[in-house]
């Protein structure tokens, strides 16, 4: 028995909330991340996504673009060493009828608030776990992150051309681990050196592996079902027997696809594949389409703003400086949650109220950037600025709406950082305060004494900040350990904060926005202002601005 596909589902959803099926270039829209353990193959399905969005021609060329691609945006040699992307970025393309657009997570567990805020960006994400290895640790944080927003989620499992685990073994690990509903959406035909392709479970489809061609789009054949005699022209009769018993137990034993379940975030879909031999990669694509969501109501305040709200709204989710070091731009990568943009337009700048013509937006179209034309809801779009665009900021036709959700989170490692050179004590400064609005790191500036301390969450950051002023700024500079290992950003009443800085100097500093930050080195500290300054709240985030 087929489960029966279909996008209906997201239309009938709508409908029970009163809400009017979305216009056409909306609906199609699909804009997700992908979360994954390093070496799972994130890098090899991105590329074979592009590859079949037709954003690039053969698979050959896909590294050495990639490769091109990562010069430009992974600037540092520490970066490439160590294989990691620091820089997030987006790319778009079309498949079928659907516009897919992927915004690139960091790889590394160091950077969680980063790809946090990457991921108040997308509508759902896209789990890619190795078949030998299951769920590994880095998916687990992402996955919960994705949680947290209630995303949906749809899972490969990659590798099957290699020994892999029990199909019933890895999907029992993902709902046991996970605490998800998980649904086969296809099933692997034997594994390994045995691996000979999959059946489509929702379309009742024979898909057949191409070991010769790994750029080859798999064959496929529709069959009536499991029973059809023609299963037995391609597959060893040892091999449909196992097949058609593991098919009978999964429909037994697992829940049934329920697309609804999915966009709750409830249930994901399973589909195996093989992504550097091509394999499973179209379905899932199809996957993303017909169960992925479409673009999704923002929150905001004072109210929530729906994508088909023909005024255009859309919001700082990612700030990167100095893509290119010769032009010194920054480029703010702007979600769009609603409206039809066109270039040229004049958008208001909520947070200072000033309108802003946006003259040369970027689409990152595969490798390449272009000049967006337009954009629809669901898009992301690239604005180069000169530093007027921050995280979480909001852009909008005139409403004072402000995007929520988009947390900066405490720093948990404090260093101080000095100029190796003295004298250039206020271009450090300026370096500081860029990074400071990428969201590279907190800047804070003691009200005591002079210089910076700087404040990341994971310990490679301080690296990264060391080269990136080095390298953007020729400033070679210093850090040290700070007296301080904890920062909270302070609220109240404006008489009570006042108390409060008057009587605790030491400890106050300002962040890049001019925040009042108390910095500490003991929890009791916190403890103890908790006591005595019932008017003053400590927090450890606060919503960017
Ligand atoms: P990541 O971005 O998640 O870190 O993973 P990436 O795509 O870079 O893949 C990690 C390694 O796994 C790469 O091998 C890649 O070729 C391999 N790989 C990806 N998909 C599959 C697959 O379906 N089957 C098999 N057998 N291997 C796969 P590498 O040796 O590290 O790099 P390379 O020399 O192949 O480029």
């Known amino acids: 028995m087929a489960i029966a596909p279909g996008p209906h589902h997201v239309y009938i959803a709508r409908m029970l909330d009163n809400r009017p099926p979305l216009p056409p270039e909306i609906a199609r829209r699909r804009t997700f991340a992908i979360i994954s353990h390093p070496d799972a193959g994130k890098t090899t399905l991105t590329e074979k996504f592009l590859l079949y969005g037709g954003a690039i021609q053969m698979a050959?060329?896909?590294?050495?673009?990639?490769?091109?691609?990562?010069?430009?945006?992974d600037f540092m040699q520490m970066e490439k060493d160590r294989g990691i992307s620091v820089s997030a970025s987006a790319m778009s393309f079309d498949f079928g009828k659907f516009r897919f657009n992927l915004v690139d997570t960091p790889g590394h567990s160091?950077?969680?608030?980063?790809?946090?805020?990457?991921?108040?960006?997308?509508?759902?994400?896209?789990m890619v776990i190795d078949g030998a290895k299951g769920v590994e640790s880095q998916t687990r944080k992402l996955f919960e992150v994705c949680r947290l927003r209630d995303l949906p989620i749809l899972t490969f499992c990659n590798k099957m051309d290699r020994e892999a685990r029990d199909t019933f073994d890895i999907i029992d690990e993902i709902q046991e681990n996970l605490a998800i509903d998980v649904t086969p959406a296809s099933w692997p035909i034997g594994m390994g050196r045995d691996f000979l392709g999959c059946y489509d479970l929702l379309n009742d489809r024979l898909e057949l592996m191409d070991r010769a061609d790994r750029n080859k789009v798999a064959e496929t054949i529709t069959l009536e079902g499991l029973d059809d005699p023609r299963m037995a022209d391609h597959i060893p009769p040892a091999l449909l027997e196992q097949l058609r018993e593991e098919v009978e137990m999964a429909r037994e034993l697992l829940p049934k696809l329920d697309p609804q379940s999915v966009?709750?975030?409830?249930?994901?879909?399973?589909w195996f594949g093989s992504a550097i031999n091509s394999f499973g990669v179209k379905e899932l694509m199809d996957g993303i389409g017909t169960y992925g969501p479409e673009p999704q109501i923002q929150k905001a305040s004072p109210r929530s703003i729906a994508p088909e709200e023909t005024k255009v709204t859309g919001f700082v989710f990612k700030v990167q400086a100095n893509m290119d070091p010769k032009h010194r731009d920054r480029v703010a990568f702007v979600r769009m949650a609603s409206g039809h943009f066109t270039r040229g337009m004049k958008l208001t700048h909520?947070?200072?109220?000033?309108?802003?013509?946006?003259?040369?937006p970027v689409l990152f179209l595969a490798s390449d950037r272009e000049l967006a034309e337009e954009a629809w809801a669901g898009d992301i779009i690239g604005i180069p600025n000169h530093g007027q665009l921050r995280i979480g900021d909001t852009l909008t036709e005139g409403e004072m709406l402000k995007v929520a959700g988009i947390p900066s989170f405490a720093p948990e490692?404090?260093?101080?950082?000095?100029?190796?050179?003295?004298?250039?004590?206020?271009?450090?400064?300026k370096a500081l305060m860029q990074f400071a609005e990428e969201g590279a790191a907190k800047v804070f500036k003691p009200m005591i004494g002079s210089g910076f301390i700087v404040g990341v969450v994971g310990a490679l950051q301080f690296e990264v900040l060391g080269s990136?002023?080095?390298?953007?700024?020729?400033?070679?500079?210093?850090?040290?350990?700070?007296?301080?290992?904890?920062?909270?950003?302070?609220h109240g009443a404006k008489d009570a904060v006042e108390k409060f800085i008057n009587a605790n100097k030491?400890?106050?500093?300002?962040?890049?926005?001019?925040?009042?930050?108390?910095?500490?080195?003991?929890?009791?500290?916190?403890?103890?202002?908790?006591?005595?300054y019932p008017d003053v709240t400590l927090s450890s985030t606060k919503e960017m601005m």
């Open 60 to 73: 050959g060329q896909v590294r050495a673009k990639g490769e091109a691609r990562r010069t430009r945006s």
């Open 110 to 126: 160091d950077f969680s608030e980063d790809t946090y805020r990457t991921l108040t960006a997308v509508d759902a994400a896209v």
């Open 263 to 270: 966009l709750e975030g409830h249930m994901t879909p399973i």
């Open 350 to 360: 909520v947070r200072t109220k000033k309108p802003m013509a946006i003259t040369n």
């Open 413 to 429: 490692l404090l260093q101080t950082v000095r100029a190796g050179d003295p004298m250039k004590a206020k271009h450090l400064e």
């Open 468 to 490: 990136r002023i080095e390298l953007e700024y020729g400033l070679p500079v210093r850090f040290d350990v700070s007296q301080f290992t904890s920062a909270r950003w302070v």
């Open 506 to 532: 030491q400890h106050i500093s300002y962040d890049h926005d001019g925040d009042v930050v108390y910095l500490t080195r003991l929890q009791w500290d916190i403890d103890r202002i908790e006591r005595d």
